[in-house]
């Protein structure tokens, strides 16, 4: 009975300590707060400051083409071009029914009126030799019957000379013959230059040396014998002796123009 009732006894305790075990593990006094229901939306806040920008997107696709805008002002008039070949001759016209019968004329004074134009005759002749004085020495320009000259004294790469002259209305003096190459270097000589482009050039594959009008050389050349083989270019200069060199393309030189007169037909000789 002794044993019987130590096992009770301590069974007792066992329980009890388990007891206080859960009693000490559970938080009675808890200060925890239970969720209370939704309460009600509040009002919309003020507008935030502006955020920072985002990385640029993707572009999108190309818009549809917007209606042709009104035309605009006038432009600029641009240069004028160089001048274009002569025509040819127009067929002579109908010849046309004759004018009116005039009035009988009146006896006129001709002693005066040839006095009268006798002077205008002296004035002209002086208001010739103004003008070819300010074309020789003040402009630099020479002029045959058919043809004007212009030593232009401000160098240039060949083609820019070439370029220049087509711009003034001509091309580069084209010496194709011993009357013209020796007039050429005289006015070399006069405007007190050693040497000067002149329009003879060899072609850009290396072919035979040419003339600005494309033709070709023919029986007249005034080539140096004086160092003019040891030079390796395709342009052409030409001294004050009417002695022709090769040269450079790309240096720069004085440079002589050719202009054909108008209401003249360019001679062969020049």
């Known amino acids: 009975m002794g044993g019987l009732g130590c096992r009770r006894m301590f069974f007792l305790l066992f329980l009890l300590f388990k007891a206080f075990e859960f009693l000490g593990a559970t938080d009675v006094c ?8 939704k309460g009600e939306p509040g009002d919309k806040g003020d507008e935030g400051e502006q955020g920072m920008l985002g990385k640029a997107g993707p572009p999108g696709q190309p818009g549809l083409r917007g209606e042709l805008g009104s035309q605009g002002d006038l432009g600029p008039v641009g240069k ?55 074309k020789s020495v003040i402009l630099g320009i ?19 000379a070439l370029l220049n002259c087509k711009l003034r209305g001509g091309t580069l003096a084209m010496p194709k013959s011993e009357a013209a ?31 600005t009008d494309s033709s070709p050389l023919q029986n007249f050349t005034s ?4 160092g003019s083989a040891q030079r390796n270019g395709t342009c052409v200069e030409m001294a004050s002796t009417g002695a022709w060199t ?25």
Not at 30 to 37: E, H, P
Not at 142 to 160: G, M, N, S
């Open 80 to 134: 004028s071009g160089p001048a274009g070949e002569r025509g040819d001759k127009g067929i002579r016209g109908t010849e046309g029914p004759p004018g009116l019968k005039g009035r009988p004329g009146t006896t006129c004074d001709c002693g005066r009126y040839r006095k009268v134009v006798g002077q205008l005759d002296v004035n002209m002749g002086k208001l010739k030799n103004s003008v070819n004085f300010v």
């Open 142 to 160: 020479k002029e045959t019957d058919e043809k004007f000259y212009l030593i232009v004294k401000e160098a240039r790469k060949y083609k820019d």
């Open 246 to 270: 090769l040269a450079d393309c790309d240096v720069a030189m004085y440079y002589m123009c050719e202009f054909t007169k108008k209401g003249r037909v360019a001679s062969t000789a020049l």
């Open 30 to 37: 808890s200060n925890a707060i239970l969720l209370g229901l």
């Open 181 to 211: 190459n020796d007039l050429i270097a005289s006015y070399i000589n006069q405007a007190g230059l050693t040497h000067a482009y002149v329009g003879l050039c060899a072609a850009e594959s290396g072919g035979e040396h040419t003339f």
């Open 223 to 226: 080539w140096s014998t004086v």
